[in-house]
Structure formats: C-alpha cells, structure tokens
C-alpha cells in the first residue's frame, strides 16, 4: 500500500519558511512577500481562466502560469543556489512585447483611465494587473536590497501588467462592449 504523503511539515511553525537551497527567512521578508503575491497572480490567473471562454486565450494563460512558477522558483533560490534555476531573460521580455504589440493592433486606446468590471473575464484580468504590479513593486525591493540580483524579472513584470491592460482592452471589446471610463465627459 502506497504511503500518503502529509500537507504539512510544521517547520514553519516558529515563523520562518525555507529558500530553495540553504537557509530560512522569516515569513514575512520581503523575498516572500515577492513571492505570496507571485502566487496569488497566479491563482487569480486560475480564475481568470474559468471565467475566459477561448482556448486561445486559456492556453497562453497557462503558459504565463507555467512562467510565473519559473520566476518564483528564481525568486525563491538562495544566492549560491540562483544559477541552478530557469532565469528570466530579455527575450521572454521581448516575446511579451510582442504579443502586446499584436494584441493592441486589435483593440482601441483609451482616452482615459478605464474602470474594471465590463465583464467577469475582463474583470479577473483588470485583477491580475494589479496584482503584477504589486509583484513588481516587491521584485523592485528585492533588487535594491540585493536579494535577487536579475533585473530582467522587474522587466518581465512591467510588460506583463501592460499585457495584461490590452488584454483586458480585448475581452472588452470582443465581449462587443464598450471600456466604462472613470471620467464620463471622456
């Protein structure tokens, strides 16, 4: 009979949590906190996902999914640890550049700040935007406090929201409806 295995170690029971490699940080370092909203991007991805009728569109979320356990797997690494994990690089950077760039040649520009809610896919996006720019805040710590040293992430973060604006855009507009603006004479 197979042994189950348990969803719980306890060693995070005096606070601490462990890096990928040698060492433990309390709970509440910025490194995990990088990491928790790196996660919740990604759980809100996950319903963004249930809530997007396209394939299309729930493949390449996936995709950015698979990505994020990458970077957090960078993030996570100790120092001597870092080169045994994927690193981001600036052609990932440049890739979401280029689905930007394809996406907003689709999609009208805005005249103004746009509110969030036209429809539940586009809602979840709106969310997942703010959530990478709060990962990108935290990722902007860890660098200047020299605890991850790729400055590629950050990059890779700050395209990331602005894919995920035209997106929101898109669901928007193939929903066939209209941005609500935050200031109506707009």
Partial sequence: MKTRPKFYTGTGDDGTTGLLGEGRVEKYDTRMEAL???DELSAVLGLARSLVNSDDLNKRIIALQKKLYELMAEV??????AERFHRITADEVNALEEAIDQISKEVETP??????GANPGSAAIAL?????????????????????ANREILRYLNRLSSFFFVLELHLTQIAQQKPTMA???K
């Fill in 111 to 116: 005249d103004g700040f746009i509110v969030p």
């Fill in 183 to 185: 200031r109506e004479d």
């Fill in 128 to 148: 997942a935007r703010t959530v990478t720019r709060r990962a990108e805040r935290r990722v902007a710590e860890l660098l200047d406090e020299g605890k991850i």
């Fill in 76 to 81: 996570a690494a100790s120092q001597e640890n």
């Fill in 36 to 38: 928790g909203t790196l």
